[in-house]
């Protein structure tokens, strides 16, 4: 019953690679659009939008991280429930379980500093343009 636990995550973890390829893309196209526009000479109304959007390819990502994260804990939780019907782990599923914990975090901390500073890169030319 392990293994399918294990196969389960594995499989996930494809879904959580277009996921990061996605929060990647999804950062840079935020960024080209507002420095295309600052580029550009948008006016207030079109930073706004552009500051709109990139807000909301931030709070995405957030929630996509939180997804991924939550997939982590879920499959702890599946390993600490197997254990609980009397299953012995392998070491490999009790350091899984201590690494990731069963509840809920949120996404990594890591990708929302990656997040913070795409939302900076690309909100900075907009509102920050030193030639404007």
Not at 40 to 46: S, T
Not at 109 to 127: D, F, N, Q, S, Y
């Amino acid at each position: 019953m392990e293994s399918e636990i294990w196969s389960t995550l594995h499989t996930a973890r494809i879904a959580n690679a277009g996921f990061f390829i996605f929060t990647m893309l999804s950062i840079w196209v935020a960024a080209r659009f507002s420095s295309v526009a600052a580029e550009k000479g948008i006016n207030l109304v079109g930073k706004i939008i552009c500051s709109l959007f990139a807000l909301g390819v931030f709070a995405g990502n957030f929630t996509i991280g939180g997804t991924i994260m939550s997939s982590y804990t879920g499959h702890a939780k599946a390993f600490v429930m197997l254990q609980d019907t009397g299953v012995e782990l392998s070491p490999m599923a009790l350091d899984f379980i201590a690494y990731f914990g069963t509840e809920a975090s949120g996404p990594n901390p890591i990708m929302i500093l990656v997040g913070i500073c795409g939302l900076l890169i690309a909100l900075a030319p907009l509102w920050f343009n030193p030639s404007k």
